[in-house]
């Protein structure tokens, strides 16, 4: 009793942290700003700005961005330059069930830029650059000095480099939408909503979220049709807890979901209209959606200096500061699903669960020390790895969700009965600075092809 009660104060605790270090950094700046026009009447350095590159928009980088871009003195002279193909944030937590649930697959695309500070896309006075600058491609290569795009090849020098890469890079649906353009992705989901709707048996490879999640979903939706999971360990879930792992199981069950255990395929007999298991099983199969792990997106930093990336996990090696692991690149910053702590700086670190909370807290780390450097203050804020960011809300069914808290020693489960199938994605576009579900081009006649 004693220990779930701690639990429950150290999480409060962990959160009003966060909170707090926001608001320091916040009016730490206002304060900054109210002794510069007090005390001087100096302009913006002439030239070009020094840049801040940031790679990716996902959680970490949207976030990175937007608390740099928020927090950062414009007598510095330096702007954020955000380097993204997508044209819309993905949010990827909906995607397993707009995966089975249709007309709600547009809510999955977040429109950029309401998470930046109102006006830094605009160029400043006399065509001064804009605070923030973004440019819509891919990074080729990145060196100690620049990036290299990859339409056209054109480099951007930096003074500080954010990768923040993700995982996944490659996957499919149910973990990412493989598209770059919202109108492509909408499309590939309304692919994946027809084959689940027109499968008479379902095979859902991964027990992990994904697995279980888009299983249940269309188990739930569609209950005569025959849904077997396949999990390649002994239990699902098997990244947490004992008690969120007979959760799954028992919603599982309830459901009619046929669950293989220990077990994984190996290849689909699309003629014969069966999955191959190692063990030489054959499960009835006429539509297969591999729901497995995802691997960093390391490529980049692998290139640039391989002993920062981890041989065994593919994660970037970060110091607590979410600086990597290389001395000799001290102005280079990872955050988000792509990196891990360095063994060699805490041997008992662990990988954080993925998942926003501790991309976001990873970011604003990552975020912080740059600003701190660009001031020519040493960076001194520090990422632990924390228990609260493993939280997870596991759907099973269109209906029914557990969520779950623990830090290794108690853990804590809460179940409910969900009334909004679209997983109160409208709260997520609000905290994003979009209005719940309206679209526009606004953002993306200020994005930019080069620098």
Not at 350 to 359: D, L, T
Request: include cysteine; charge should be positive.
């Amino acid at each position: 009793m004693f220990d779930k009660a701690i639990l429950v104060l150290r999480g409060v605790g962990q959160i009003a942290a966060f909170l707090s270090a926001m608001l320091s950094r916040s009016i730490s700046f206002r304060l900054k700003l109210l002794r510069h026009s007090l005390t001087s009447s100096t302009a913006p350095p002439a030239g070009e700005p020094l840049n801040i590159v940031i790679i990716g928009a996902s959680i970490a980088g949207y976030h990175a961005a937007s608390t740099i871009a928020a927090n950062l003195p414009p007598w510095l002279g330096y702007r954020v330059v955000v380097v993204e193909p997508r044209d819309h944030f993905h949010f990827t937590w909906v995607l397993p069930r707009f995966c089975v649930v249709e007309g709600h697959e547009h809510k999955a695309f977040i429109p950029y830029a309401g998470h930046l500070p109102a006006g830094s896309l605009d160029d400043g006075p006399g065509g001064a650059p804009s605070k923030v600058a973004w440019v819509r491609d891919r990074v080729a290569s990145i060196s100690p000095t620049a990036v290299r795009l990859a339409a056209g090849g054109a480099d951007i020098p930096y003074a500080f480099l954010v990768v923040a890469t993700g995982a996944g890079a490659g996957d499919a649906l149910p973990n990412r939408v493989p598209a770059d353009g919202k109108a492509e992705g909408l499309e590939l989901l309304r692919r994946m909503q027809a084959r689940i709707r027109d499968a008479a048996d379902l095979v859902v490879v991964g027990g992990g979220a994904a697995g279980v999640e888009l299983a249940t979903d269309a188990k739930s939706k569609y209950p005569d049709k025959r849904v077997t999971l396949v999990h390649s360990r002994d239990a699902v879930m098997h990244r947490f807890g004992p008690r969120l792992q007979a959760a799954a199981r028992d919603g599982i069950d309830a459901l009619g979901v046929r669950l293989v255990t220990g077990d994984r395929v190996v290849s689909e007999d699309k003629d014969r209209r069966v999955a191959v298991l190692k063990s030489g099983r054959e499960i009835p199969c006429d539509c297969l959606i591999n729901c497995t792990g995802q691997r960093p997106d390391a490529r980049l930093v692998a290139a640039l200096s391989p002993a920062s990336v981890s041989a065994t996990t593919g994660h970037v090696l970060v110091r607590p500061t979410m600086q990597v692991r290389d001395p000799a690149l001290p102005n280079v910053y990872a955050c988000g699903d792509v990196c891990a702590p360095d063994p060699e700086e805490d041997s008992t670190a662990v990988v954080a669960q993925p998942n926003s909370r501790s991309a976001m807290r990873q970011a604003m780390v990552a975020a912080f020390n740059v600003l701190d450097a660009a001031e020519g203050r040493a960076p001194s804020n520090v990422y632990r790895p924390n228990w609260f960011d493993g939280v997870i809300k596991l759907t099973l069914g269109l209906d029914k969700s557990v969520s779950s808290v623990g830090d290794g020693k108690t853990e804590l489960l809460f179940r409910a009965k969900d009334k909004d199938v679209a997983l109160m994605v409208d709260g997520v576009w609000k905290r994003l600075g979009a209005t719940p579900f309206e679209d526009d081009d606004t953002f993306l006649s200020k994005v930019k092809t080069k620098i």
